[in-house]
């Protein structure tokens, strides 16, 4: 084993779309933790629509990456040298841990995760932050009852594809939007959504929803924004309740989109907007992870992720993600767990 | 005293502004209640943005008025032939009477006021729909906290003046928009507010919010929406509350209006934008009304009105609401309150 770390950093801040010349690999010698620090191999990498707003110089709800810094992102890692008696050699964590092969920690930031209940992916995935974003969004801002119709737009990403199937759970009749017909067979014949369209062939929003949502929509758990939107706000129920979890439709305009007015719909339905951020939530993960856990091991939450392997290829799954190529959870496997509890030093 | 019933109906359907001629006044004879019946004479008529919408041959959350029928609206009147216990003559009762001099009624959708507690005006403001609509859309929606910023579009309407005053009685620091220098005055002078501008002449809403709101918006409760709210939801703070109460700025347009796309920021502040309407709290109406009597009894909140002669002039009151000529609660005073208690017919 190399004792080169690679990294992956920012080299310039997209105007639209990034590509992946905006990123740059660079290698640094692996770092050696000190006192009460633990050196952590990266083995799964996530990548999230919420990194391209850390890519522009505006702080929004978090400080942007600054320029030639290692990319921000969820992983799963082995903890290969620790100081730390709380994370032991060979023990698996889950972090902020970034875009590189290793890095070091005090452990603030770390937690132990558990390989007997689910694979270590899974902890980015149903168990982590798009599991728990599916599960307080829908439940707390959505709180979608039996009967009631629930849209999700993005439906076979990682959020949307969770929050769905808990819909689901609830009694809820669910449709799904998303970008493929692969998709949308994913999501009736695998997720058991009841119905779902291909939004990229489909013409008519407003004449698709009509007929797939005949008794209006309650909830609309909304990963996308723009004329889907638009067009589900048109067929709101009374009192109906939005959960906006994402707008990755706009993430990626050079200008500002207009859109139809409609706060005035809002009125006449009486319906709710609510945006949210999981990390608002983080009193109750555990709550979450409890609920979420038990449903995978019954077998009533199916998990599915789209895996790229290789550390140098995170800008690829990055860019694939944003365009709509993965179905699930979008994973960037960087290295093999070690059995054993050697330190790797 | 004539036996003539002057009605004023819905003569045709407008198409963006509407004007004096899309109404009629028409004669009949006054209607001789029946058993179980009173029959009651307008004192005071209340004229609503939201009756623009009735005009309209579009069901929203209620149906339209019919072309040729009296146009609706809430009414307080003078019971002047009963034949019902509940509601003697020369008793006092606010209900939905209509355009109209005299009004026939089985009581079932009327409510009896007390002289002695308020203004019999009042029970069309403050202690009315639009006091209810304030107190409702800013405490149950709104949430405002000690020490937080209220913006308040609409300010020195019948629904806005009132919410104005209920956050500054939560505490708030409260800044108020309305559309000339002398409401601007009102708001500060008469109300409390703590800041307010005169969206009309004011060239920059950013700037002039940014300079007024310097510690962001908590809470906006909105009656106007256009532009105004544009630049309102750049200020939001996190955890931010909308109460979406009225979007006079659209309810005249010939064609919807565009507007930049607002979900993103509603996401970033995670912010809530919700939409109500009176009625929906109507289980809570005397919570509502004992409280507001209450304030409206201890000197805390103001209460304030532009009044109008004459049932003819019903649609010239409508339409300088419109245009916001108002300061306060616009009505129609249709006739005086007679003393006694012997039957008109």
Not at 38 to 63: E, H, K, Q
Not at 173 to 184: F, L, P, Q, S, W
């Amino acid at each position: 084993m190399d004792k080169i770390n690679r990294q992956i950093t920012l080299a310039s801040r997209p105007i639209g779309w990034p590509k992946e010349s905006d990123f740059k690999l660079i290698e640094s010698p692996i770092p050696v933790p000190g006192p009460s620090q633990v050196l952590i191999r990266t083995l799964f990498l996530s990548v999230d629509p919420y990194m391209r707003g850390r890519m522009n110089d505006r702080a929004s709800y978090a400080d942007p990456v600054k320029l030639g810094a290692v990319m921000t992102g969820g992983a799963v890692g082995q903890v290969v040298h620790s100081n730390l008696a709380k994370f032991p050699n060979g023990s698996y964590v889950q972090g902020m841990l970034g875009w590189q092969d290793f890095v070091m920690s005090d452990g603030s930031d770390l937690h132990r995760v558990n390989r007997e209940l689910a694979p270590l992916s899974a902890y980015l995935g149903v168990l982590g932050m798009p599991g728990l974003t599916a599960f307080f969004g829908l439940l707390d801002i959505g709180q979608p009852k039996p009967g009631e119709t629930v849209l999700i737009s993005g439906a076979a990403g990682a959020v949307g594809s969770i929050a769905g199937q808990i819909a689901k759970l609830q009694g809820c009749r669910v449709i799904g939007v998303a970008g493929t017909d692969e998709k949308v067979r994913f999501l009736i014949d695998k997720l058991g959504f009841d119905a779902a369209f291909n939004y990229r062939s489909e013409t008519n929003y407003f004449a698709k929803l009509k007929e797939l949502c005949p008794q209006g929509i309650d909830v609309y758990f909304d990963n996308v924004g723009g004329e889907l939107t638009d067009a589900a706000l048109h067929y709101l129920n009374v009192h109906a309740r939005i959960c906006v979890c994402g707008q990755i439709s706009q993430y990626n305009l050079t200008e500002p989109e207009l859109g139809p007015r409609l706060l005035w719909k809002l009125i006449e339905k009486r319906a709710k907007v609510q945006g949210f951020l999981v990390m608002d939530y983080a009193p109750r993960f555990r709550e979450g992870f409890t609920q979420l856990a038990e449903w995978l091991g019954t077998g009533e939450l199916q998990h599915r992720e789209s895996i790229i392997d290789g550390l140098e290829n995170a800008p690829k799954a990055f860019l694939g993600m944003l365009h709509g190529e993965n179905i699930g959870k979008q994973i960037v496997r960087v290295s093999q767990p070690e059995t054993g509890a050697s330190s790797f030093l």
